[in-house]
């Protein structure tokens, strides 16, 4: 059911500059991992269907139109949904995220925040499970530049790019003006003990539950999935970041959403190590022109080439061109 609209006051105070999410952890796999990806595929209210832009939930935004048409203005503020490279994209502001997690919180209820970039966009296109579990989350927003490009293309311009690397510092700064607990999933070896340390440092006040980093492939047997569910359950956060990577995270999520409904959730790929420090993140004007996966890849050649520069640089350009071409036919 579609939650009614709540106008929420803005939270005080500005988060720093903040890393960015990627799905850094290796896909999941083995038949422990098809058979959570069949769990979380069933069907759920709110799936956004066909090709073009549709409603799937209204969002509260506060913020007035700005530049671009009146429908443009009037679309962000209802917080409609709009189909993206086969991914249903809300149109919010980083912002309006943070008041509806806020309003919804207040009123008991959690969800799920995904963050796709055009990685998760090309997995998604292969797999239409994986589609439905980005589909039925709550809130889904465009952590990828391309993304907003295509988006400007079709002519369903999205106010900007919202990352989980920024909301971890703007929903910590929630978590910590309304003491809620936060827990920290993922991310390497003692990366999430110094996130926290990051993150506690900067939010004074804010309360870390916990924090883990479960080993690869604990999610390949039911065993290493109940040990980190059992850890996450007992900390009873109220706010819980994981990242895992997609669609890894996102499966353990939909999982733990059933054991802790009154929580939200956000996958955020990379974003724990960024936060840490361990990782540098992209000068804020590369970040602005849709160069931080250049300064990734300068940074990490070895690891990110291929799946940058043969996977998602080909499907980059494919999303662009297709959604200029169905502009221009309308």
């Known amino acids: 059911m579609t939650p009614p609209r709540t106008r929420i006051p803005a939270v005080p105070g500005q988060r720093p500059s903040a890393p960015n999410p990627a799905s850094d952890f290796p896909p999941a796999r083995g038949h422990a991992a098809e058979a959570a990806r069949a769990r979380a595929a069933a069907p759920v209210a709110g799936r956004i269907r066909g090709a073009e832009p549709a409603v799937a939930r209204t969002l509260p935004s506060e913020r007035p139109a700005g530049r671009g048409s009146a429908e443009a203005g009037r679309r962000g503020r209802a917080g409609e949904r709009v189909r993206v490279g086969g991914v249903g994209l809300d149109v919010v502001t980083e912002a309006d995220v943070v008041r509806w997690v806020a309003a ?162 956000v996958g955020c790929g990379a974003a724990i190590a960024f936060a840490a420090g361990t990782v540098q993140r992209a000068p804020r004007w590369m970040r602005r022109a849709g160069l931080e996966w250049a300064f990734r890849l300068m940074s990490e050649p070895g690891r990110l080439a291929r799946r940058y520069l043969v996977d998602d640089l080909p499907f980059a350009v494919r999303l662009l061109a297709g959604c200029l071409l169905t502009r221009l036919r309308r």
């Open 104 to 265: 919804e919180a207040a009123a008991g209820r959690g969800g799920r925040i995904v963050t796709p970039n055009v990685d998760i966009c090309r997995a998604v296109a292969r797999d239409p499970a994986l589609q439905e579990l980005v589909g039925s989350a709550e809130i889904v927003v465009a952590d990828g530049m391309p993304l907003v490009w295509a988006a400007r293309l079709l002519g369903t311009p999205l106010p900007e790019r919202v990352t989980g690397a920024d909301l971890i510092w703007s929903l910590s700064e929630l978590a910590a003006a309304r003491n809620w607990p936060v827990y920290l999933l993922g991310g390497p070896p003692g990366v999430a003990e110094l996130a926290a340390d990051e993150l506690r440092s900067c939010r004074p006040g804010l309360k870390v539950a916990g924090v883990h980093a479960p080993p690869y492939h604990f999610d390949d047997t039911a065993e290493g999935r109940e040990r980190v569910r059992r850890r996450v359950v007992a900390a009873r956060p109220r706010l819980v970041f994981v990242g895992l990577g997609f669609p890894r995270q996102d499966l353990l999520i939909a999982e733990l959403r059933e054991e802790l409904p009154q929580a939200w959730f």
